[in-house]
């Protein structure tokens, strides 16, 4: 990734800002829950991976307002071999979807409903 370019730049910042609140969430809500990365020997990766007793998050986010197929790969790779796994899309799109079992949303969305008490889309 070359920093010097403006999208390079805001795409670590927007996932520096899930990684903060991710870090925070993991600390204050119930449970024990660890935040983790996820790669393969060949590569593919998740951004973030939430563990604990009575949860499996895999969550990947883009700066950007497109989803394109290879977005999803490594969400998809993580939930072969983690099939309970809740997997989340995040970047800058307007409106939520699912695409083949991947809950795509908001970044802003998402970091709303991050609450001690709750998950976002989890009615909690």
Not at 3 to 21: D, F, K, R, S, W
Not at 41 to 46: A, D, G, H
Not at 72 to 99: C, H, N, Q, W
Request: hydrophobic share 40%; aromatic share 10%; glycine share 8%.
């Amino acid at each position: 990734m070359d920093l010097l370019e403006p999208e390079a730049i805001a795409g670590a910042v927007l996932e520096g800002l899930v990684a903060q609140h991710l870090r925070a969430w993991c600390d204050y809500a119930p449970g024990n829950q660890r935040l983790f990365f996820w790669r393969t020997r060949s590569q593919v990766e998740v951004d973030f991976i939430v563990y604990g007793e009575e949860c499996i998050e895999a969550i990947e986010v883009k700066n950007s307002v497109r989803i394109r197929p290879e977005d999803l790969r490594g969400l998809k790779a993580f939930a072969a071999d983690y099939p309970t796994a809740r997997l989340s899309f995040l970047s800058r799109m307007r409106e939520r979807l699912v695409i083949d079992g991947v809950t795509c949303l908001p970044v802003e969305e998402f970091l709303r409903g991050l609450t001690p008490s709750g998950w976002p889309g989890s009615g909690g």
